[in-house]
């Protein structure tokens, strides 16, 4: 008679994955709703999952978790909007889905490796105060 116990099963990755079409549902609610405050609960219910599973199969498949896929459509938003807006960073951080302007800096700090004052005027094109060429 084997009296010794069974090795723990390792989980299969099958367990946790999420279905392509169901994965693509998700990518583009998360594009259309960005700006919102979206909870985790509310993106595992467009995967049919539970949050716990969901945020698995999103790791798995995707290399990150679903809050770093929120946050990067945020900062690109951002960018744009620091581009081409005349809104303050403040208003644009708030637009696109940050509760505080501290977070919303923080956050582009860290993602995009400079402020977003910073940013905004490293984009724009200086506008020149020259006048000879109208001579």
């Given at each position: 008679m084997?009296?010794?116990p069974a090795p723990p099963r390792a989980p299969s990755p099958q367990r946790y994955s999420i279905a392509p079409a169901r994965l693509k549902?998700?990518?583009r609610f998360m594009d259309a709703h960005f700006a919102e405050q979206l909870s985790l609960r509310d993106l595992a219910k467009v995967a049919c999952r539970s949050p716990w599973h969901f945020n698995r199969?999103?790791?798995q498949a995707m290399g990150f978790p679903?809050?770093?896929y929120l946050i990067d459509r945020r900062i690109e938003h951002a960018?744009?909007?620091?581009?081409e807006s005349d809104a303050t960073v403040a208003e644009i951080g708030r637009r696109v889905g940050f509760r505080s302007?501290?977070?919303f800096a923080a956050m582009f700090q860290r993602?995009?490796?400079t402020s977003p004052g910073r940013f905004r005027h490293a984009a724009r094109?200086?506008?020149s105060t020259c006048r000879e060429g109208l001579r």
């Amino acid at each position: 008679m084997n009296t010794k116990p069974a090795p723990p099963r390792a989980p299969s990755p099958q367990r946790y994955s999420i279905a392509p079409a169901r994965l693509k549902a998700v990518l583009r609610f998360m594009d259309a709703h960005f700006a919102e405050q979206l909870s985790l609960r509310d993106l595992a219910k467009v995967a049919c999952r539970s949050p716990w599973h969901f945020n698995r199969a999103f790791r798995q498949a995707m290399g990150f978790p679903p809050y770093r896929y929120l946050i990067d459509r945020r900062i690109e938003h951002a960018k744009a909007l620091l581009r081409e807006s005349d809104a303050t960073v403040a208003e644009i951080g708030r637009r696109v889905g940050f509760r505080s302007p501290r977070h919303f800096a923080a956050m582009f700090q860290r993602l995009a490796g400079t402020s977003p004052g910073r940013f905004r005027h490293a984009a724009r094109p200086a506008t020149s105060t020259c006048r000879e060429g109208l001579r």
